[in-house]
C-alpha cells in the first residue's frame, strides 16, 4: 500500500474512533439519558451478541434473499431493457416520457400502495426492490452503451460481423462497467428497501421486522441500533464486495488503466 | 480490380466527394492524399461499406459493392478506439477469424503467427492499453492482416505516431505489401508518406466538393529504403509535384498545378 493509502486508512480509523468516543462519552456523561442514546460499547456488545442469536440470523437471512432476489430480477428487466432503449432511438423517444415521469417517484412512497394490492409479504418487498433497483442499472445501461466506441463498432463492421454480433462484443461489453457501477448503486438502494418495506409492514421476518418489533419494547433503544449496526454493516460489505468484484472483472476501464500499466 | 465511378457523397446539404472516378488494379498501393477535410475519411468509409453510396458506384471485380465486401480489413488513425480494451492482444488479433469460423486454438494459433510477423509475439497476452503507441497500431495491423484481406483500407494509420516508430510502420507495411499483394488504399495527409509507399498517389482537392485533383504513378523501384529514397531526384521532384496539388485551390486544382500557381501568387 501507498504512504498516500496508509495515510487515508489512519485517518479513517482515527474518524471511527473518535466517533465511536463521542457516542460513548455523550451517554456515559449523562448529556443524553440512557434510554435514549445507549452508550455505544453496548450497541456494540448487543450486535455481536446478535450474531448468536437464531431467530435474528433467520431474520438476517430473509432480509438477505429478498434483496438478493429483488435486486436479480431488476437487472433480468434493466439490463436488456436498457441495451434496447440505448440502441434503439425510436424506442427510446416513446418511452422518455413514461420514465421521466416514473424515475423521481420516491420509492418508498409506493410501499403502501404496493402493499394493498400483494399484501405485506416478500411478494410486495420483492417487487419494491426490483422496482426501485431497476433504475440506476437501466440509466447506467444506456449511458454506457452511449459511450461505446464508433470507432471498435465501424473495426468489426469492417470484418464483417452483423449488428447482433457488434452489440454483443462491443456495445455490450464496453457496457459492462457502467453496467456494474448500476448494480452496485441499485444494491444499496435495495437494501433501503428490504429495510423499509419490512418496517413498514411489521410483521413476518427481517432486519427490518427486528428493528420495528425492539422499538415498541421497553428500553429497546439499544436493540433498535444494534439493529441498525447490522443494517449498516450489511450495506458496507455488499458494497466492498461489488467494488472488489469490479476491480477484478474491469481492470480495463478507462479510470483504472493508469494504476495498473 | 477496385472501381469508383463517378462517386459522390454528401452529409445533408453538404457535399463532401463530387464526381470522383478511380480504377485500382488488383495487389496495387494507392495513397490517397488532400487537405484536412477534403473528404478522404469518407472515401475510405465509402469503399469500405460503412457509408451507404448516395451518387455513382463502386464495384469490386465487377460486382456493385452494396455492403461491406468480403476479404476486407480497415486499419484506423485512433488505434486506441479500435481496438478491444477488454481482449488481450492476441484475441483481439483473432477476433475477426471468429467470421471464418475457426475453432478457438486455431484462431490463437493465427494470431500468434501474425504477432510474430509485427514482432509483437511476446506481448500476446498483454492488454492493448499497456502497449506504446506504435504497438498497438502493430496489433491493428496485425488484425487486418490475420483475415488475409484482398482489399486493405488504412485510414491515415501512422498519423498519431512519432516520426521513427511510423518510419518502422512504414517499411512493415511494405514488406506486408510485397508479400502478401493485397490491394491497399491508404490515406494520408503526409505528401512525403504517400510518395515514399505508394506505387500510385491520387490528390484530392480541397473540401466541400472533392474531386480527383491529380492522379500520379510513383515510378520509384519496389525497393524503398528511408533515406536512399527519399533522397532520390525522382522522389524529391514527386513530392514537389504532389505538394503543389496539395495546397491548389480547390478550383485551380483541377486544371494543374501549372495554373494554380498565379493564382496562389494574387
Known amino acids: ?261 | 480490380m477496385l472501381r469508383l465511378d463517378s462517386l459522390s457523397q454528401s452529409y445533408g446539404e453538404h457535399r463532401v466527394l463530387r464526381d470522383v472516378s478511380l480504377s485500382v488494379p488488383d495487389g496495387q498501393l494507392l495513397c490517397v492524399v488532400g487537405p484536412s477535410g477534403c473528404g478522404k475519411s469518407t472515401l475510405l468509409r465509402t469503399i469500405a461499406g460503412l457509408l451507404p453510396v448516395r451518387e455513382g458506384a463502386v464495384t469490386i471485380d465487377g460486382t456493385l459493392v452494396t455492403g461491406v465486401p468480403d476479404r476486407l480489413a480497415v486499419v484506423f488513425q485512433d488505434y486506441g478506439r479500435s481496438l478491444l480494451p477488454w481482449l488481450s492482444v492476441r484475441d483481439n488479433v483473432a477476433l475477426p477469424l471468429r467470421r471464418q469460423g475457426l475453432r478457438r486454438a486455431e484462431r490463437r494459433a493465427e494470431a500468434e503467427h501474425m504477432l510474430e510477423r509485427v514482432g509483437l509475439e511476446a506481448s500476446a497476452r498483454r492488454s492493448p492499453w499497456q502497449l506504446s503507441g506504435g504497438m498497438q497500431q502493430r496489433v491493428a495491423i496485425a488484425r487486418a492482416l490475420v483475415v488475409r484481406p484482398s482489399l486493405l483500407l488504412m485510414d491515415e494509420p501512422f498519423g498519431s505516431l512519432d516520426a521513427r516508430t511510423r518510419e518502422d510502420l512504414e517499411d512493415l507495411l511494405l514488406e506486408v505489401h510485397r508479400t502478401d499483394g493485397a490491394t491497399i488504399v491508404f490515406v494520408t495527409h503526409d505528401i512525403d508518406e504517400s510518395v515514399y509507399l505508394g506505387d500510385r498517389v491520387v490528390v484530392l482537392s480541397a473540401g466541400p466538393d472533392s474531386r480527383v485533383a491529380r492522379d500520379l504513378p510513383v515510378g520509384l523501384p519496389a525497393q524503398r529504403d528511408q533515406i536512399a529514397t527519399r533522397g532520390l531526384p525522382e522522389f524529391v521532384a514527386l513530392r514537389a509535384e504532389v505538394g503543389r496539388a496539395v495546397r491548389a485551390p480547390a478550383r485551380a486544382a483541377v486544371l494543374g498545378p501549372a495554373d494554380a500557381e498565379p493564382e496562389q501568387a494574387r
Do not use: H
Open chain 1, 1 to 261: 500500500m501507498s504512504r498516500r493509502g496508509r495515510r487515508d486508512v489512519g485517518l479513517g480509523v482515527l474518524g471511527v474512533l473518535l466517533a465511536f468516543g463521542a457516542c460513548e462519552a455523550v451517554s456515559r456523561a449523562g448529556i443524553v439519558r440512557r434510554t435514549y442514546l445507549p452508550p455505544a460499547s453496548e450497541v456494540l456488545a448487543r450486535a455481536v451478541e446478535l450474531a448468536g442469536d437464531s431467530a435474528f440470523l433467520d431474520g438476517i437471512g430473509a432480509t438477505v434473499r429478498a434483496w438478493a432476489l429483488g435486486l436479480t430480477l431488476a437487472c433480468v428487466i434493466a439490463v436488456p431493457l436498457g441495451l434496447l432503449l440505448g440502441s434503439v432511438p425510436v424506442v427510446e423517444a416513446a418511452m422518455r416520457a413514461i420514465v421521466e415521469f416514473l424515475r423521481p417517484l420516491p420509492s418508498v412512497a409506493l410501499i403502501p400502495l404496493v402493499s394493498l394490492l400483494l399484501g405485506s409479504g416478500t411478494r410486495t418487498e420483492v417487487t419494491l426492490i426490483a422496482y426501485a433497483s431497476v433504475w440506476p442499472i437501466l440509466f447506467n445501461t444506456m449511458y454506457g452503451l452511449r459511450e461505446s466506441e464508433p470507432l471498435a463498432k465501424d473495426t468489426l463492421r469492417a470484418f464483417g460481423f452483423g449488428r447482433a454480433a457488434v452489440l454483443w462484443r462491443v456495445e455490450l461489453a464496453g457496457a459492462a462497467p457502467f453496467i456494474a457501477a448500476g448494480v452496485r448503486i441499485s444494491a444499496a438502494v435495495a437494501l433501503v428497501l428490504a429495510v423499509a418495506t419490512e418496517l413498514l409492514s411489521g410483521f413476518g421476518e427481517g432486519l427490518g421486522i427486528f428493528i420495528a418489533q425492539a422499538q415498541l419494547a421497553t428500553d429497546g433503544t439499544r436493540d433498535v441500533l444494534a439493529g441498525v449496526v447490522w443494517a449498516g454493516a450489511l450495506g458496507l460489505v455488499v458494497n466492498g464486495v461489488l467494488v472488489w468484484g469490479e476491480r477484478r472483472l474491469f481492470p480495463w476501464a478507462p479510470e483504472r488503466r493508469a494504476v495498473r500499466t
